[in-house]
Structure formats: C-alpha cells, structure tokens
C-alpha cells in the first residue's frame, strides 16, 4: 500500500518535469513546439520567412523570433502561436540575445554588417552598431554590462559596452565564428568558430584568450568538425558543443578544455535547450529535419523526433 | 562583340576607394596592403548563340566584394587594403604593365592565359612578389611550368573534370561517350575528361568531333540527333565545348534520351549561382548587389584570392609577400569559402585546396569530393593533382 502510494506520488510529480521545446523551422516558416513530457511535437505555428534565432522574454509570455527573410523579429503569444506584433530589427536578423533586463535585444543583422539593440517595450531602434562583416553568435554577460557579436566574415568576437552601446574590444577568433556564450559567472567567454574548428575561450577581464577546444571524431574527416552551437551543463562542468556536419555533440570539460565524449545525433547539429529540469538536452539537427533528445546524465541519445524542414533555432518554456 | 572583352569604359587603372566602416576602431599605424589585379585581355571567339556574353569586369568585381570584406576587417585591425585594376588590351604591353603594378604593389592577381602569367611571374622585378593565378586552369601552371612566387585559387580543369566524374561514379552512370569541338580548347578540355574518366575507371565508348559549321540554332532538332545517333549507346554524353559555342543545342536533342554533361549540362564549377549552403547566400546576396549579376566561378577565384591575402595579413599582422606566402602555405592558413571546408593551399604546388560544385543551371547536385572518395591527407586531394602526380619542384624549399 505504501509502495502504490509512492508509486502514485510519483506520477503526481511527473507533470512538473513538463514543459515545451520550441524550434524554429527556417525552410517551412514554422515553429515546432515539442511537448517534453510525451517527446512529441504537440503544435506547429506559422512564422514569418526562414525564422532562425527564437528566445523566451522572462516570464514566458512573449517568443520572440528572428524571421531573418522578412527582415522583423517577431513577437508570438505561445498559448495562442499568433503573432502579436513586429519589432523593427534591421535587415535580416539571424540571431540575437535578450539582455538581463528582459527588455532589450542585442540583435545579429547577417547581411547589413550591424548590431541592432531594440526596445522590446517601447518597439524601438535604440542603437545601430557597425561591426564587422556578416555578424551572427550574440551574448550578453549576465551583469548585462557586456553584449557579445561575432563576424563570420571578420573573424572577430565584438565586444560592446551596453552602457554606451560602443565597441570596446575586438578580438580575432578562428574562421567563421558563429556562436558565443558567457560562462554563468561571466568571467569567460566562449566563441565558436565553424570553419576553424575550435573554440576559442577569453576572460571577460581583459578580453585576453586563455583557452583553446580542439575536437576530432575518428572516422570523420577533420574540416567537417564544425562546431556551432552550445551550452553550458547545469553546474558548468561541462560545455554540450554541437558539431555542425560532423552529426555529433562533443561533451567539452570546461576546466581542462579536453572532449570527454562525443554523442551521436542528427545530420548537420545547429543549436539545443534544456528540458526545464535540465535532466535532457534537445539539438536541431538541420539536414535530417530532426531533434535528438540526449539524457544529460548518461550523455546518450534516447529519441529522435521529425519536426519540419532545417529546424534551426531551440528554445524552452516551462 | 558582345564575347570580345571591351576596353572601353575601363581605365588603364581603376583605384577603388571604399569608406572603413564607421565605429571602427584604430589602434595603431595603419599597416597599408596595397594589391593590384592584372589582367591580359583575352579575344574571344565567335559563339552560336548570343544568350550569355562574358561580363567585362569578370573576375574583377570578385576582387572588389572580397576587399571591402578585406577592410572591414582591417578597419578593427588597423590595416588598409587597398586595389588597383590594371586591365591590358589584346595587343597591349603586359611587361610594361606588369612593370607598372609591380611598382605599386607586391601582392598581384593574375588574370590571363598560362603564358601571359608567366611573362609576368618571371620578370626581373616580379621576384619577390607574390603572384595569384585567378584564371587559367592549365595543368603545366601546377607542374612542370610552376612557379614559386605563384599560387592558384583558380581550381585546375582536372580538379573540375574530376568532380564530374566522381558524381558519375556515384551515380553508377559508367558508359560514356563525347562530342568534341574543334578548337585548341576543346580539345584541351576533352583531353581532361579522357583522363578523369579513366582515373575514376569510367569508359568513353566512343567520340565524335563536331564538324557543324552553320549556324544551327533553327535546326538543331533535325541535325543534332541524327549526329549523335552514330554513338555506341551511352549512360551520358560528355560534351567538350568550354568556349560555350555548341554545347547548348545538344541538351534535349540527342539520339538516346541521355544525360548531357562537361561544358554543358551536368558541369563542374569552382563556383556557381545556385550554391546557397554554408552561408554561401551571403556572398551571393553581397556580390549581386556590387555587381548586378550572379557570380561566377572566375569571380569566386579573384575573391578568394584577396580574402587569402586578407587572412593572412589579419593573423601575422604583416604585408610581406615572403612572410604571407610562408602563413598561407602552413598548416595554420585556413580560409572560409562558404563551401562547407576550409580552404587551404597544396604545399607542393600553391593550388589551393578546395571542394567543386558539381551543378545543372538551376540547382546544385553537390559539392565534391563525393562521400566515398578517400584520401589519405585530404579527401579534397581526390580532386586534381595530387603530390605524386606534380612535376612541381619549385615549392620544395
């Protein structure tokens, strides 16, 4: 009788687990929203054209989605999938960021050369800034002080004082970096770069590079290692680094800079989220038009679940 | 005319000035990269159909779009590129203009035949520049004829002829057979395909040299087929019309209903229109808009040309021609091309290393080398000359 109570407590517990996986389908304008509980894609809203970047505001509320083709950022109710407005956002925005403030976003204009900031609230154009050709990763430290843009043409991380939205730094990374994140305590840096192969890894003081992640995949030839997109575990001990046409996710020490593991997922990985308790990881897997779902613990794939065509961008709602 | 390369309208030198990037920031003396592109104009000849005319500044506006690439960079960097356009006629002095160019610049792209890049590579004052060859795609350039103050970014035909056949090896079409032209080039050409397909162990069952010499446009539906029906029967028909004169009305008139491929039909380009993966739409969209028409393989040769220069000069923080030939020929150059690999430059001939877009006019059938075709340095190296196969001793140190 206890152990049915227990039984029963548990699958009481189950639905605080739940939560939704939202990704971006740039080659169909539509999101997919993958319910965690029954890993299965549970809606599919319209969005505008080749929707990349996607990110929740604070408390949920509001998906923000860059439709790169129809140069906005639109803004969706997700308990409705309708689109309840347009931000300005500079020509074909790619990827952005939304500050600690949970107002401004630090936005990535491909094909202008720019960094837009925009005011979600006011609907905005706050500052325009130049930076170097074809920009795209974005980050913003968790103090906010410090946004991140980086040029896949350039070469460079740019680095910009949110208080004066200016460039302070410019660092040179490898060939086509395309992602970049702060570790949770701000002190570094990380920067991806596709064609480089590498990760490269600054202290935020100083803007001074500190650490090199190399990866190699016996049986995959070394200039399809592509890493873009990533995050950090939970605790930080680890960095989960999609591998682009390499159909990996490489587990990355963060204390040595040393692969640990790579896991197998599907054709040609861009980016991921966590489920909301963190305990699994879902990875855009573009040419396969999948989401592999990775248990973080064992670091194993357990499901692959078709979403549209290119799903790109990834973001969680609890 | 259309096919003859005006020189109206394009100065003896164009010095193209663009705005650095506002925000940008310098922190130290400018460190100045001035580079000139040389080009040998070339006749052409007479072609049947008026449809696709060279366009003048061919090659030359992938030059421009790669160096405002070059100085956005350099705008952070504190380094300024700058081009100058040098464009000789037919009957013009190429020394005398190479004299010139070289007095301005040490670092030069070379447009023109194999020969005319060779009277310029081998000039007394030529000996410490550093040349880029972003036009001829002759086989001797990356063997006997190699120079050491010359390197490639133009693929070379075999590179390109071997791409075809690895796509026709994958698709399991073995059976070949081959119209020729009669030109030089035709015949150049036709002798690539000979050798790819039997390097990929492909068999021309049979060729055909074209003799027509009417004007063919209204009735290519009555000759073309009876022309090709003397062909033993076929998986594709390899056509060898890279000048463009015939090629066109063989497609959807041939005897067997075949795949047409080589100059016409399926193809192999060191770049191509419909390439839009790996980021490649940027470039696209960024040529377009500077040039008002897509972007051609020749165009891809000069850009990649000035972003190697542009890449170095950012890494080792020099405009040495010595010290950016040492980076770019060391295992830490490595260049994005927008083709899904670095690009990088062969050591033992200065060809740079890179995939080939094996394409039809409306779409790409795929990147080469094909998944399957190994290498046991680089599956790249599957395309065209291969360290054992150069005669070229001039990158030996």
Redesign the interface.
């Known amino acids: 009788m206890r152990l049915l109570l227990a039984a029963l407590l548990t699958s009481v517990a189950l639905p605080a687990m739940a939560g939704e996986i939202w990704v971006t389908n740039e080659k169909d304008d539509t999101v997919s929203v993958i319910d965690v509980e029954t890993l299965e894609v549970v809606n599919t809203y319209p969005t505008g054209e080749r929707p990349r970047g996607v990110t929740f505001s604070k408390d949920f509320s509001r998906l923000y989605i860059c439709a790169s083709d129809s140069n906005t950022v639109q803004v969706m109710d997700p308990n409705t999938g309708e689109i309840l407005h347009d931000l300005p956002s500079g020509e074909d925005p790619e990827q952005f960021v939304l500050a600690p403030d949970d107002r401004h976003l630090y936005i990535a204009n491909e094909d202008d050369a720019v960094t837009t900031v925009v005011d979600t609230q006011s609907r905005t154009v706050v500052a325009q800034i130049n930076v170097g050709i074809e920009p795209e990763g974005m980050a913003v430290s968790p103090d906010g002080k410090v946004a991140i843009t980086t040029s896949e043409t350039t070469n460079m991380a740019h680095w910009i004082d949110t208080a004066t939205q200016t460039l302070f730094a410019n660092t040179l990374v490898d060939a086509r970096p395309r992602h970049a994140e702060f570790t949770a305590d701000g002190a570094a840096l990380w920067v991806s770069s596709e064609i480089g192969g590498t990760i490269t890894v600054f202290e935020t003081k100083g803007q001074t590079e500190i650490g090199k992640v190399r990866f190699a995949i016996q049986g995959v030839n070394q200039d399809l290692v592509q890493p873009v997109g990533f995050k950090f575990s939970p605790d930080g001990a680890k960095a989960f680094v999609a591998l682009g046409p390499a159909n990996h996710v490489a587990v990355v020490n963060t204390a040595t800079y040393e692969v640990e593991k790579f896991i197998l997922v599907g054709r040609r990985v861009w980016h991921m989220a966590y489920s909301p308790d963190q305990s699994q990881l879902f990875t855009t897997n573009g040419v396969s038009g999948d989401v592999t779902v990775i248990d973080v613990a064992s670091e194993e794939p357990i499901k692959s679940i078709k979403v549209g065509r290119f799903p790109w961008g990834a973001a969680m709602r609890p | 005319m259309n096919h003859l390369i005006r020189t109206t309208g394009l100065c003896a030198a164009m010095v193209l000035a663009v705005a650095l990037?506002?925000?940008?920031?310098q922190q130290k003396p400018a460190l100045a990269v001035p580079m000139v592109y040389l080009r040998q104009e070339v006749p052409q000849p007479p072609v049947l159909s008026n449809l696709d005319p060279i366009p003048d500044d061919l090659g030359i506006a992938g030059a421009e779009v790669a160096l405002?690439?070059n100085q956005?960079?350099g705008a952070?960097?504190g380094q300024d590129f700058s081009l100058t356009v040098i464009s000789v006629p037919p009957d013009g002095d190429l020394p005398a203009a190479a004299r010139d160019a070289l007095a301005q610049a040490q670092l030069v792209l070379l447009d023109g035949e194999a020969a005319h890049l060779m009277a310029v590579t081998d000039l007394p004052e030529a000996k410490g520049a550093l040349f880029f060859n972003v036009a001829a795609g002759d086989e001797a350039l990356r063997s006997d004829e190699c120079r050491a103050n010359l390197l490639h970014t133009i693929p070379e035909t075999a590179a390109r002829t071997d791409a075809l056949m690895q796509v026709l090896v994958a698709r399991q079409w073995s059976d070949l057979a081959m119209i020729v032209g009669p030109t030089a080039k035709d015949g150049t050409f036709a002798d690539h395909l000979r050798r790819s397909a039997a390097k990929f162990g492909l068999a021309i069952a049979g060729e055909v040299p074209w003799t027509f010499d009417t004007d063919l446009r209204d009735s290519t539906m009555d000759e073309v087929p009876r022309f090709t029906q003397t062909l033993p029967d076929h998986d594709v028909l390899l056509v060898a019309d890279p000048t463009d004169d015939f090629g066109r009305y063989v497609l959807h008139n041939t005897w067997l209903p075949r795949p047409v491929a080589g100059s016409h039909g399926l193809h192999a380009e060191g770049w191509a229109s419909v390439i839009e993966a790996w980021?490649a739409v940027?470039l696209q969209?960024?040529f377009e808009a500077h040039a008002a028409r897509p972007m051609r393989g020749e165009d891809y040769a000069a850009w990649t040309a000035i972003r190697a220069i542009g890449?170095a000069v950012?890494?080792t923080g020099s405009a040495d021609p010595a010290a950016l030939r040492a980076y770019m020929l060391s295992d830490a150059f490595?260049?994005?091309g927008f083709k899904?690999?670095?690009l990088t430059f062969r050591h033992w001939n200065g060809q740079m290393r890179q995939p080939i877009a094996v394409v039809n006019d409306r779409a790409l059938v795929t990147l080469a080398p094909v998944a399957g075709f190994l290498h046991q340095r680089?599956?790249?190296d599957s395309l065209g000359l291969d360290e054992p196969e150069s005669r070229c001793t001039a990158f030996k140190e």
């Open positions: 990037p506002a925000g940008a920031q405002k690439d956005s960079t952070f960097m980021g940027q969209n960024r890449e950012t890494r490595q260049l994005d899904g690999r670095a680089n599956e790249t």
